[in-house]
């Protein structure tokens, strides 16, 4: 039930560019991206619904296909400020019920 | 700040015994989820509550219950503590409970037994 993200774990350098990717064996209604800073509480990003949407939110977008039940996280030219672990949350359906964070994925920016 | 207030910050208390953490939600918001993170851990979904009503169970042991009152804050005991379930656990509140609603996460409550 638990969504599976990949990689698990990221190095960048400032600038550059990564794909985090979530997927499920369940049907989605929605998927979620939150960010958490060790130690602290996830901030929310962005959620996405069925209809195969994309997002933008400054350097940070997101895609959805929910035919193969995935989504992916992308951030552009990153900035130190990106790192942290990133963690979708998937909804199986528009209730609530059912809702799972993925197994999360380390990214760490360098100068 | 997400408005979610969570107390107490720390926990430190011995295997055996039982403890509570209080979770207030946003202003407005109806539902509430308790998570638990294990050290450099993945969030684990223990419980949501919806307007004092259990809407939907995770990974909640035996030990674990919850509950969430009239004036719609929840609280999460845990008992027979183990030396396992240290672990910084977190509330997220959400206005209606839907899995469209953005969920808005306190500070979180960190346990340690010892």
């Known amino acids: 039930q638990q969504p599976v993200q990949s990689p698990q774990a990221v190095i960048l350098r400032e600038g550059e560019d990564a794909v985090i990717n979530c997927s499920s064996s369940?049907?989605?209604?929605?998927v979620h991206w939150y960010r958490q800073k060790h130690g602290e509480a996830p901030i929310f990003l962005m959620i996405?619904?069925?209809?195969?949407e994309q997002k933008g939110h400054d350097k940070i977008s997101a895609s959805f296909n929910e035919k193969k039940q995935q989504s992916s996280l992308y951030l552009t030219a990153s900035q130190l400020s990106y790192s942290g672990t990133y963690f979708c949350?998937?909804?199986?359906?528009?209730?609530?019920?059912?809702?799972?964070f993925g197994t999360g994925t380390s990214l760490t920016v360098i100068p | 700040d997400s408005g979610v207030t969570q107390t107490p910050k720390h926990l430190i208390t011995a295997t055996g015994q039982r403890v509570t953490l209080r979770c207030s939600p946003r202003?407005?918001?109806?539902?509430v989820y308790w998570y638990q993170q294990s050290l450099d851990q993945g969030l684990q979904f223990l419980i949501q509550?919806?307007?004092?009503?259990?809407?939907a169970k995770g990974n909640i042991l035996e030990r674990f219950s919850a509950q969430q009152f009239p004036d719609l804050h929840s609280e999460l005991n845990l008992s027979s503590l183990e030396l396992g379930d240290s672990a910084l656990y977190f509330c997220?509140?959400?206005?209606?409970?839907?899995?469209?609603?953005?969920?808005?996460f306190g500070p979180g409550t960190r346990l340690t037994v010892l």
């Open positions: 997220a509140s959400s206005p209606s409970g839907a899995s469209t609603d953005t969920q808005y």
């Open positions: 369940k049907a989605l209604y929605s």
């Open positions: 996405l619904l069925k209809g195969g």
């Open positions: 949350g998937t909804g199986s359906t528009n209730t609530g019920n059912q809702f799972y």
């Open positions: 202003s407005g918001d109806l539902s």
């Open positions: 509550y919806y307007n004092g009503e259990e809407r």
